[in-house]
């Protein structure tokens, strides 16, 4: 086996007696014996070849940077499926949810896990009307506000999924009269009482991402990211949610917002309502033609989804756009949210029988996972 010492002397004694044509540090190159593309790197910041010198096998060189050699490392790693990110993150962030605590098992000194959430989870939402949500229930559940500092308006949702991005309406990146959005306020359920405030966190925008192919006034491709100015401090109160990857259909689910209610009037408090899944064909009926929701042209396509409730006034309204529709992750994580969807458009406000649109986020995980964990 050779040394790394013995590798260094030898290529000094070659540099010596030859001219080197050299690569820089961060160059691209192409690894000749193993066919791979690689990138020129110092030879101590490339694990592959400091094993190939160990094996007795010399690496093949980009140089040198003034006496330091610079090699060209291969590039092995195989890229991550779509949605393996997102899972990675969902499995991160589950243990800031809930509690756990620890007893002794009577057999062996082992110790016994309890886990415990501080909400009731709900597999099937069965809430009927607009109930008020628990603290730390939706920790991921943003208010995404405009204007300048003091005189903030709150004008659309949004949901936390990583500790710097909140996932967004395309068209939430610019209000009318007030631009694009400046702040985005997290861990709050009453956003008028200030006793609540040491659960919230408020933190600026630093940058905007819309979906390349969303085209305003028009609905498709309704989606956008919030970079935040700084990392959020996770906790039990602000919390990401998963981001939900599968192409599976969700009968029944959950919105959440502090939007215009059935009376027309803005709530305080973050709500939540249980609301069904509405047949492509019935949404069309509803949305066709109407200019409000610019689905004119094509009708609802393979990213878009519409929910509602049939029987009673529950649906997202003007003021919850942006916000997130959920399911909460049975089997999967413990106390945690999948949101599946972003909601987009609206008929009417709090009409039994007129749904809502929301773009599915499972058509956009790839763009999301390019900008949020690159």
């Not at 961060?26 to 160990?54: M, W, Y």
């Not at 959020?232 to 109160?237: D, E, H, K, R």
Request: net charge positive; charged share 20%; hydrophobic share 30%.
């Amino acid at each position: 086996m050779y040394s790394l010492k013995t590798y260094l002397t030898g290529l000094l004694l070659v540099t010596l007696q030859s001219v080197v044509i050299s690569q820089y540090d961060g160059e691209l190159c192409f690894h000749q014996k193993k066919g791979v593309n690689g990138v020129c790197k110092i030879l101590s910041n490339c694990p592959a070849a400091i094993t190939d010198i160990r094996q007795g096998i010399y690496p093949q060189n980009c140089g040198f940077q003034g006496t330091v050699v610079v090699v060209c490392c291969p590039q092995t790693s195989t890229p991550k499926p779509v949605g393996e990110k997102c899972k990675e993150a969902c499995k991160k962030y589950e243990e800031l949810g809930y509690r756990k605590e620890f007893a002794p098992v009577l057999v062996s000194n082992a110790v016994q896990k309890t886990q415990i959430c501080p909400w009731e989870p709900q597999a099937v939402p069965t809430i009927i009307g607009g109930t008020k949500a628990t603290r730390g229930e939706f920790g991921h559940m943003a208010l995404v506000g405009y204007g300048t500092i003091g005189s903030h308006e709150w004008k659309c949702g949004g949901s936390l999924i990583s500790d710097k991005f909140v996932l967004t309406a395309a068209h939430c990146l610019y209000a009318r009269g007030f631009g694009e959005p400046t702040v985005v306020r997290l861990g709050d359920t009453n956003y008028t009482d200030p006793t609540d405030d040491q659960y919230v966190q408020q933190v600026a925008v630093k940058k905007l991402y819309k979906h390349p192919e969303y085209s305003a006034p028009e609905h498709y491709n309704d989606i956008a990211l919030l970079e935040l100015e700084k990392p959020l401090s996770l906790n039990q109160y602000v919390k990401p949610a998963c981001v939900y990857t599968k192409t599976s259909t969700i009968k029944q689910a959950l919105i959440t917002g502090w939007g215009t209610t059935e009376n027309r009037t803005t709530s305080d408090y973050l709500l939540k309502a249980g609301v069904t899944w509405f047949e492509p064909q019935i949404c069309n009926n509803t949305f066709l033609n109407d200019r409000r929701t610019r689905l004119a042209l094509l009708g609802l396509n393979h990213k878009s989804i519409c929910y509602g409730s049939i029987n009673s006034n529950k649906d997202t309204c003007q003021g919850d756009s942006g916000g997130p529709i959920q399911i909460y992750a049975t089997g999967d994580y413990y106390c945690t949210y999948y949101v599946f969807g972003v909601t987009s458009f609206g008929k009417k406000c709090g009409f039994t029988g007129i749904p809502a649109g929301y773009v599915k986020v499972n058509a956009y995980i790839k763009w999301i996972e390019d900008i949020v964990w690159p």
